[in-house]
C-alpha cells in the first residue's frame, strides 16, 4: 500500500457520513456504531490483495514441483522420443559420460533438460533411473548396446 493518510478522517471516522455515496446496500449491513462507510471497501480491497498474494506463492510452489517443459520450435517440434524413458535417461548419461557436449562442460541436469526439450519426453528423477540402470546384473547398457548393433547391421545392409 502507498501509505497516505490524506482522506483517512473522512473515510475511516464514524462521526462523518458522505451521504453523497450510494451506500444503501452497504448500509443494511453496517453497524454504524462500530464501521465507517469505507470499512468494506477497504476490506475487500484487501482481501484481493491477500488473495493475489496467496494465489502467487501456490503458483510458484506449483511451477517449482511441476516445471513447465518448453514446446520445441521449427524442425525439432516434429521429433518425439518414442523409446522408454529409460533409455534416453541412458543415452543423456552417455553423452555426458563421453564429455562431448560443450566441452564437457555441461551438467546432467542441463543436459537431461535439453533432451526433454528437444523430444518432448519428460524425464522425470533421472538419478533415481540411472541407479537402477547402474543395478542391472545382466547388460547393463542395454540401450547402447542395443544402438551399436543397429548401426552395425546398417552399415552390412548398406554394403550390400
Known amino acids: 500500500m502507498r501509505g497516505l493518510t490524506y482522506r483517512d478522517v473522512e473515510f475511516f471516522s464514524r462521526q462523518t457520513i458522505n451521504t453523497e455515496?450510494?451506500?444503501?446496500?452497504i448500509m443494511a449491513?453496517?453497524?454504524?456504531?462500530f464501521s465507517t462507510t469505507h470499512d468494506m471497501i477497504l476490506?475487500?480491497?484487501l482481501g484481493n490483495i491477500r488473495t493475489i498474494e496467496y494465489l502467487q506463492v501456490k503458483i510458484e510452489k506449483g511451477l517449482k514441483e511441476n516445471p513447465i517443459?518448453?514446446?520445441?520450435?521449427?524442425?525439432y517440434a516434429k521429433l518425439r522420443w518414442t523409446g522408454s524413458k529409460v533409455d534416453l535417461v541412458e543415452l543423456v548419461y552417455a553423452m555426458h559420460s563421453c564429455g562431448m557436449v560443450n566441452n564437457g562442460q555441461v551438467g546432467i541436469k542441463e543436459l537431461a533438460e535439453a533432451m526433454e526439450t528437444l523430444f518432448g519426453k519428460k524425464l522425470g528423477d533421472y538419478y533415481r533411473t540411472f541407479l537402477e540402470i547402474r543395478s542391472r546384473k545382466i547388460q547393463p547398457t542395454k540401450f547402447l548396446d542395443h544402438l551399436k548393433r543397429s548401426l552395425e547391421s546398417r552399415m552390412v545392409a548398406a554394403d550390400g
Open 21 to 25: 455515496l450510494d451506500l444503501t446496500s
Open 69 to 75: 517443459v518448453e514446446e520445441p520450435t521449427g524442425n
Open 29 to 33: 449491513v453496517m453497524d454504524m456504531d
Open 43 to 45: 476490506a475487500n480491497i
